[in-house]
């Protein structure tokens, strides 16, 4: 089994900056990806971006490069979503997840995750 809690989430003006956290617990961190996405009101949840177990890969989606960074501390057992020059279209509630499996490269499908958090609601004011 494998927790996950996010935070982080908050109101920010467009232009804005937030910095989310997914602390795990439960199996070995490092043994799994983790992956973030979201999920708008009346919208599919989609795929954020998502970081191998080393922490050495990164991906993202067309929507989050260049903006968006994520990150891991294997010691903190913790991932990080750093998210930068926020849109209104940012607004939605953030998830992270976690993938047991091992894989070339991460999913960004929802069903290639074992796990997930709660989430954390984003707001981008304009």
């Known amino acids: 089994q494998v927790q996950l809690v996010e935070s982080g989430g908050g109101l920010v003006q467009a232009g804005g900056s937030l910095r989310l956290s997914c602390a795990a617990s439960?199996?070995?961190?490092?043994?799994?990806?983790v992956g973030w996405f979201r999920q708008a009101p009346g919208k599919e949840r989609e795929f954020v971006a998502a970081v191998n177990r080393s922490g050495g890969s990164t991906y993202y989606a067309d929507s989050a490069k260049g903006r968006f960074t994520i990150s891991r501390d294997n010691a903190k057992n913790t991932v990080y979503l750093q998210m930068n020059t926020l849109e209104p279209e940012d607004t939605a509630v953030y998830y992270c997840a976690a993938d047991l499996k091992t894989r070339a490269r991460p999913a960004s499908q929802t069903w290639g995750y074992d796990y997930w958090g709660q989430g954390t609601q984003v707001t981008v004011s304009s």
């Open positions: 439960g199996r070995t961190f490092s043994y799994y990806t």
